[in-house]
T-cell receptor, first 115, second 114 residues
Framework: NAGVMQNPRHLVRRRGQEARLRCSPM?????VYWYRQLPEEGLKFMVY????????ESGMPKERFSAEFPKEGPSILRIQQVVRGDSAAYFC?????????????FGNGTRLTVT | AQSVTQLGSHVSVSEGALVLLRCNYS??????LFWYVQYPNQGLQLLLK??????LVKGINGFEAEFKKSETSFHLTKPSAHMSDAAEYFC????????????FGTGTLLAVQP
């Protein structure tokens, strides 16, 4: 019973390149959340998606960042023209329901380093 | 708006000693509260959650937390620390609304000395 799968685990990009982070939720989960963890900080909410829909993107930077969760395949967090400040750990979480007592299951994260 | 404050970014205890990690919340609605643990280079694992049932919540690995509305606190405790408890601990509150979007504290790094 696989958990939330994220890949790659580590990603190195030069400034100006694109970064694509993938997240496969747990089997049976149709709700995906992306969080970002900057050094010495807690996790910050970025975006909440259901299949083919963005429900809440209030935590997404206005430019260069986008997310999708297609009908088939993993959820993708895309960062265009990366800058050094994008270096962080990006975590995906999934849940089967939107109910508040349905806890989030987190993946092991993708650690992005921008050189 | 909801928020979480974790007092003490680093806590060090001796093996066998009491663990106390502090968390205070701010919420205009009855909160749902969570404690997560993060081991190095891993994702977050749910330790326990408070969802307006019993105020004393027992979690995994011998941890428990008590919801105190009068103090707006949800401190995490464990009677006897084990070396394997060394990790970073995050307190979180669910944002009001239809989603279970979490607002996290800045975390407390727990070190356990032999």
């Amino acid at each position: 019973n696989a958990g939330v799968m994220q890949n790659p685990r580590h990603l190195v990009r030069r400034r100006g390149q694109e970064a694509r982070l993938r997240c496969s939720p747990m089997k049976g989960h149709s709700h995906v959340y992306w969080y970002r963890q900057l050094p010495e900080e807690g996790l910050k909410f970025m975006v909440y998606l259901q299949k083919e829909n963005i429900i809440d993107e209030s935590g997404m930077p206005k430019e260069r960042f986008s997310a999708e969760f297609p009908k088939e395949g993993p959820s993708i967090l895309r960062i265009q023209q990366v800058v050094r400040g994008d270096s962080a750990a990006y975590f995906c979480a999934s849940s089967p329901l939107t109910a508040l007592n349905s806890p989030l299951h987190f993946g092991n994260g993708t650690r992005l380093t921008v050189t | 708006a909801q928020s979480v404050t974790q007092l003490g970014s680093h806590v060090s205890v001796s093996e066998g000693a009491l663990v106390l990690l502090r968390c205070n919340y701010s919420s205009s609605v009855p909160p749902y509260l969570f404690w997560y643990v993060q081991y190095p280079n891993q994702g977050l694992q749910l330790l326990l959650k408070y969802t307006s049932a019993a105020t004393l919540v027992k979690g995994i690995n011998g941890f428990e937390a008590e919801f105190k509305k009068s103090e707006t606190s949800f401190h995490l405790t464990k009677p006897s620390a084990h070396m394997s408890d060394a990790a970073e601990y995050f307190c979180a509150v669910s944002e009001a609304g239809a989603t279970n979007k979490l607002i996290f504290g800045t975390g407390t790094l727990l070190a356990v000395q032999p």
